[in-house]
């Protein structure tokens, strides 16, 4: 499994989850990733073996080092992926241009079918409620306003940077949260 995404968009928290045990340092209270290079954690579960890799926040890659180069070594290091999660902070306002630079730059290395096996994370989607100017609206009414808003998006940016139709259609969206 590989994970991709900004910093702070809760890869790590998201691994620690997967894996059932605090593994990945999370940034959480700093100002700052924690994540600095891509990062190994194997685990078992129900006796398979899991190999997660914990990747710094591309934006951070864009100022360390070159985002080709975190491709690269991607590239080098993981030598099979059968599951991508792509973590999006879903309480963001916007989909930001980085995003689809991002995806562009992930689907000239890796190809359009990286996207079969990719599932987009919507993180801290326990945290999206709706603003006072849509008081009228119940959470759960505006939570699936959010996501259809979200997944039309990702599906475009996906068709905008030349990911088939098909594709694009088919990528799995999934909001995760802490419960609370």
């Not at 801290?124 to 009414?141: G, I």
Request: net charge neutral; glycine share 6%.
């Amino acid at each position: 499994v590989l994970t991709l995404g900004a910093s702070g968009t809760g890869k790590s928290a998201l691994i620690n989850g997967l894996i059932g045990a605090e593994v990945a340092k999370e940034g959480g209270e700093v100002l700052y990733s924690e994540t600095r290079q891509l990062t190994c954690y194997k685990a078992k579960k129900k006796d398979t073996d899991i190999i997660i890799w914990d990747s710094p926040g591309m934006e951070v890659a864009n100022e360390s080092m070159e985002l080709e180069k975190l491709v690269t070594d991607i590239q080098e290091k993981v030598r099979e992926v059968d599951l991508i999660l792509f973590c999006t902070n879903m309480t963001s306002a916007r989909f930001r241009q980085g995003y689809h630079q991002n995806a562009k730059i992930i689907t000239k290395a890796f190809g359009d079918m990286i996207w079969k096996n990719a599932v987009f994370v919507l993180t801290f989607a326990n945290q999206v409620k709706p603003p006072p100017s849509k008081k009228e609206t119940s959470p759960t009414e505006y939570f699936e306003e959010r996501l259809r808003e979200w997944r039309s998006e990702i599906q475009a940016a996906l068709l905008r940077i030349g990911v088939s139709n098909t594709l694009a259609e088919s990528v799995k969206i999934v909001p995760a949260g802490y419960y609370d």
